[in-house]
């Protein structure tokens, strides 16, 4: 089982004054998000979501994992998904841009748009970067 590690009290409050998030808020989430998870099951224990079964494809399979943890109230996600490699994720850390990234993660500033791309529709567009927000990394899929 792999484990992803998030920021707690960041990212998407779906719960009203921090109540805990639930498995039906997270579906209704990737729902939202246009995300198939179909053949994905979803559990949680206090700040743990776990994700098992079966991803349709890898691009899938990375940005629900992203799209859950970037949740407020969930600080790790386990998953265990059949037909997938380990994802090439990315923390922000204070000051980062996309130019910044894209430059120590891809060697080229100009791969800022293609990080953008990378994470929609979990990022939307003009949305902004802050300190601990999880990222993936484009890899040509």
Avoid at 49 to 65: H, L, N, P, R, S
Avoid at 105 to 115: E, K, N, R, V
Avoid at 125 to 141: F, I, K, M, S
Wanted: glycine residues 12%; negative net charge; charged residues 20%.
């Amino acid at each position: 089982m792999r484990r992803w590690s998030f920021i707690k009290r960041k990212g998407r409050a779906l719960c009203a004054a921090g109540g805990p998030v639930t498995c039906d808020a997270l579906r209704a989430l990737l729902a939202e998000l246009g995300l198939q998870a179909a053949g994905l099951d979803l559990s949680i224990a206090g700040d743990r979501v776990v994700v098992t079964g079966a991803a349709a494809d890898q691009e899938t399979f990375e940005k629900v994992i992203l799209a859950v943890g970037n949740v407020q109230g969930v600080a790790v996600v386990d998953e265990d998904v059949d037909g997938v490699r380990d994802a090439e994720l990315y923390t922000v850390v204070p000051g980062d841009t996309l130019a910044a990234i894209a430059t120590a993660q891809l060697g080229d500033a100009s791969l800022g748009a293609a990080i953008l791309a990378a994470n929609d529709p979990v990022l939307p567009q003009g949305a902004a970067l802050y300190p601990g927000l999880v990222l993936r990394l484009p890899q040509g899929d």
